[in-house]
C-alpha cells in the first residue's frame, strides 16, 4: 500500500461565502475539499485530498447495477479552546471494515483511515461550526468501480470522505409508524452492515409514513413482525419503570455507536439497561399500566431524539416528553464530553494535531 497522500488546495476557497449562523439543512454543505483513494490491483493508493468535485464513472460500474456500496457517518467538532476533534473515529473505522467485509469489499486501515481524516480535517478545519450543538459531519464511502456487467465482487473499489457542516439538531419529538406490513433487514442478510441497499430498500414504506403524516417507521423484526429492531437511522431505547431497554444485537440491526455511547453512560451512573428481544405489543400493554416513561432514538446526526407518538395499527400511545429524564441527562452527559466539560473517561475524543505540510 502507497499511502503518499497528495495534496491539491483549492484556490476558490467558498468559505467566505458560507454563513454560519444561517446553515443549510443537513446534508447540503460541503467542505471545500475531500479526501480520495483507488483499491487497484490488489490494494490502496493514489491518497489525494483535493478540492470536492464531481467524477466520471463507466455506465456499467459495478455500483450502480448491483449495489457493493457501504458508508460511515461520524462527527467532529470543536473543543471550547478551539481544538478540533473527532469522535470515536476508530470504532467507527472497525465498523466500516466490518461492512466491508459482509459486501465483500476490501478493508482499509483503521490507523491509515483516522491519519487521512484527520489531514482532511486540519486542511478544512475553518468549515467546522463553531456554535455548541454543530459539527463537521463526516461521511466515509466505499463502492465498487469495476465497469463490467456481471455477478461477482469488483476488483476495483474507490473510497473516499467528505465533510459537511452542520448546524445543532432541531429535535422536535418523533411520531413513529411500527411498521408490520414491510421489513428492513432479515438476521443473515446485511442489516448489521451500513450498506448503501438497507437504505434503498427503507425508501418505499418510509414515503408512505409520511404522507400518513408519521415522521419515521420503527422497523420490526422480519420474521415474526414484532420484536423491535430499530428507526431507520437511530437504534431505539425504552425507558420503564425500574430499567432501561434497547434490542439486542441480533445481526439485523445495526450496531450504532450512539447506542453503545448511552449504554456506557447509564451503567456507569448505574442506572440497570438491558440488551434485550423486545415485543413491540408487550411494550404498548407497558404503556396502558403507565410503566412505559420514555422512548428515544439513538444516532451520530441527532445524538438524541425523542419520541413522543407511536401508532402499532392504528392505535397511538402517547408520551409527555417534557417528564423525560433519561434522554435529557444523556443528552446533556454527551455534550459536557465533547466541549470538555466532563473529562473524556471513556475515551471517546481523538484531538486533531497533526500539522499538515503541503
Ligand atoms: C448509522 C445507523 C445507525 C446509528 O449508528 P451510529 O453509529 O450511532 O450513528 C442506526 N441505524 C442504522 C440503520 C444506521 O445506518
Known sequence: MDTTLKIIKTENSRLGDFDFNNMPG???????????????????KNFTIRP?????????????HYGQ????????????????????????????????????????????????????I????????????????????????????????????????????VGAYYNKPLYLKVETEYVRAVR???????????????????????????DQVLWLDAIELKYVQEISTMNIFFVLKDKVITPALDGALLKGITRDCFIKILKSKNIPIEETKINIYEIFELYK??????????????????????????????????????????????????SGEYPDDFGWLKPVVQEVFA
Open 289 to 338: 399500566k403507565g410503566e412505559l416513561l420514555e422512548v428515544f432514538g439513538a444516532g451520530t446526526a441527532a445524538i438524541v431524539a425523542n419520541v413522543d407518538r407511536l401508532s402499532l395499527k392504528g392505535e397511538v400511545i402517547q408520551l409527555d416528553v417534557s417528564k423525560y429524564t433519561i434522554s435529557p441527562m444523556i443528552m446533556s452527559t454527551i455534550n459536557k464530553i465533547r
Open 26 to 44: 443537513f446534508g447540503n454543505a460541503f467542505s471545500d475539499h475531500m479526501f480520495e483513494a483507488d483499491f487497484i490491483d490488489g490494494e490502496w
Open 52 to 64: 470536492l468535485s464531481n467524477f466520471s464513472i463507466h455506465p456499467a460500474n459495478l455500483t450502480l
Open 122 to 165: 486540519m486542511i478544512d478545519k475553518d468549515w467546522i461550526p463553531p456554535m455548541e450543538g454543530s459539527a463537521m459531519y463526516i461521511r466515509p464511502f466505499m463502492f465498487a468501480m469495476d465497469g463490467l456487467i456481471g455477478v461477482k465482487p469488483s476488483q476495483t473499489y474507490k473510497f473516499m470522505i467528505l465533510l459537511l457542516p
Open 188 to 214: 443473515g442478510g446485511i442489516g448489521e452492515a451500513k450498506a448503501a441497499g438497507n437504505y434503498a430498500a427503507s425508501l418505499y414504506p418510509y414515503v408512505e409514513a409520511k404522507k400518513e403524516g408519521f
Open 69 to 120: 456500496a457501504i458508508f460511515e457517518g461520524m462527527k467532529a467538532s470543536l473543543s471550547k479552546e478551539g481544538t478540533p476533534f473527532i469522535f470515536r473515529p476508530f470504532d467507527h473505522a472497525k465498523r466500516l471494515n466490518m461492512s466491508a467485509a459482509r459486501m465483500s469489499m476490501p478493508s482499509f486501515p483503521e490507523d491509515v483511515f483516522v491519519d487521512v481524516l484527520e489531514k482532511l
